[in-house]
């Protein structure tokens, strides 16, 4: 049973472009979650997605963010016009029942922005 | 929102020695705590977890206790082995009724010195 998978695992990108960071939630699971890591920090929740609907995006900043996971295919974190202080490790987790919060991680996308 | 406080930061004991963690939180609402382990570079690992209905749960040399009153968690490993070296996250989550987003501590770094 495959684990949760993002791609890619490593992005670089210039100042201005835009990031799309991919997740592919465990065989099963249908809640999908965002979560950014600074360098020696803990990590900070964005989105809460199911299938086609944003359930909450308390935690992800207004502008250049956003997000969807649509019926077919894996949920994608954009960030458009990147700049510096968006370069983190972007984690995202699945759960398979509503209501039940057992989170599972994926390895990770680490975003250097130059 | 939830807020979750953890202490110590850094933590170094003896191969063989307990090593304990502790978590506060805010909203008397979260009902559901996970403890996370992360090695450099790696994904977060959930090790243990424990719900707001419960008051300690163990897992061979891993235990976690909560206080529903006084609103704080503890993790606890017994036997301390040298590949028990990593930051462990404490994190709450609950309070929105349903299988919504984490809120991390800022991290454990636990160093087992041989």
């Known amino acids: 049973n495959a684990g949760v998978m993002q791609n890619p695992r490593h992005l670089v990108r210039r100042r201005g472009q835009e990031a799309r960071l991919r997740c592919s939630p465990m065989?099963?699971?249908?809640?999908v979650y965002w979560y950014r890591q600074l360098p020696e920090e803990g990590l900070k929740f964005m989105v809460y997605?199911?299938?086609?609907?944003?359930?909450?995006e308390s935690g992800m900043p207004k502008e250049r963010f956003s997000a969807e996971f649509p019926k077919e295919g894996p949920s994608i974190l954009r960030i458009q016009q990147v700049v510096r202080g968006d370069s983190a490790a972007y984690f995202c987790a699945s759960s398979g029942l509503a209501g039940v919060n057992e989170q599972f991680f994926g390895p990770g996308t680490r975003l250097t922005v130059l | 929102g939830e807020n979750v406080e953890q202490h110590p930061s850094t933590l170094s004991v003896q191969e063989g020695d307990s090593a304990v963690i502790k978590c506060t939180y805010s909203?008397?609402?979260?009902?559901?705590f996970p403890w996370y382990k992360q090695e450099l570079g790696k994904r977060p690992q959930l090790i243990i977890d424990i719900r707001s209905n419960v008051g300690e749960k163990k897992d061979q040399r891993i235990a976690v206790t909560l206080n529903k009153t006084a609103k704080h968690f503890s993790l606890h490993i017994t036997e301390t082995q040298p590949e028990d070296s990593a930051v462990y996250f404490c994190?709450?989550?609950?309070?929105?009724?349903?299988?919504?987003?984490?809120?991390f501590g800022k991290g454990t770094h636990l160093i087992i010195q041989p």
């Open positions: 997605l199911q299938k086609e609907n944003i359930i909450d």
């Open positions: 909203d008397s609402a979260s009902n559901y």
């Open positions: 994190a709450a989550s609950g309070a929105g009724g349903g299988a919504d987003g984490l809120t």
């Open positions: 065989k099963g699971h249908s809640h």
